[in-house]
């Protein structure tokens, strides 16, 4: 008679631990997912230092001295972020005047989240023009010959690859920082020895930007 009960006392009391537990866990991981989430709000206070020298909407310079931000995968700009945060990439604008020094993770994902959603054509539309000279269909030959794979058909960009997108980018922006690419000051594919543009003439990066200029950017 006692062997039942207590086969039946065990069972309940680990039943009803099973339940005082479950409500914890879940709870735990409601709030990991809770603190997981990108708080747009956040994000746009802290665009704020962005703004300085990106603008209001972090539609950038025409000229591209300063690039545009508005609308880019908030994976590449997560990684972007926290390069430069990180030492990986070097800009002292945006370490110090941008204050990224000092923000977390969840910061940085706040942040790029909120510039990812700004959408240029409802309240700052951009008409980015194509650099003289460039021959567009030959830019669109090289394009869809060896940049696509990594920033995609209709250079939108690539997560998985984690390519930035190109359209609606300022050609003088683009022209910079493929000469730092030539010049090893930025790494291309996380490759360092990547040698991709080393082997096209002045005149085919003209025509390729010429070509990315051209591209809708909502896509």
């Known amino acids: 008679m006692s062997s039942p009960f207590l086969r039946a006392l065990a069972f309940s009391l680990a039943f009803s631990g099973t339940l005082a537990v479950t409500p914890s866990v879940l709870a735990s991981t409601s709030d990991t997912e809770a603190e997981a989430a990108p708080d747009l709000e956040l994000g746009q206070r802290l665009h704020r230092q962005c703004a300085l020298c990106h603008g209001q909407y972090s539609q950038g310079i025409l000229g591209g001295k300063y690039p545009r931000l508005a609308g880019l995968p908030d994976y590449y700009l997560v990684k972007s972020l926290t390069d430069y945060r990180d030492g990986v990439r070097e800009h002292a604008a945006m370490t110090v005047v941008g204050g990224l020094r000092t923000l977390s993770d969840s910061d940085l994902a706040s942040l790029s989240a909120y510039i990812a ?5 409802a309240v700052h539309p951009l008409d980015v023009p194509t650099p003289e000279g460039a021959d567009v269909e030959n830019g669109e030959e090289i394009f869809q010959s060896d940049c696509k794979t990594c920033h995609g058909r209709k250079a939108e960009g690539n997560k998985r690859k984690e390519s930035p997108k190109l359209a609606g980018q300022y050609d003088g ?7 730092k690419f030539k010049a090893g000051k930025r790494m291309h594919a996380n490759d360092p020895d990547d040698e991709t543009f080393v082997d096209y003439s002045d005149q085919d990066i003209l025509d390729i930007i010429g070509f990315v200029t051209t591209v809708d950017d909502k896509n």
């Open 173 to 179: 922006y683009l022209f910079r920082q493929i000469e």
């Open 117 to 121: 959603s700004i959408d240029l054509d």
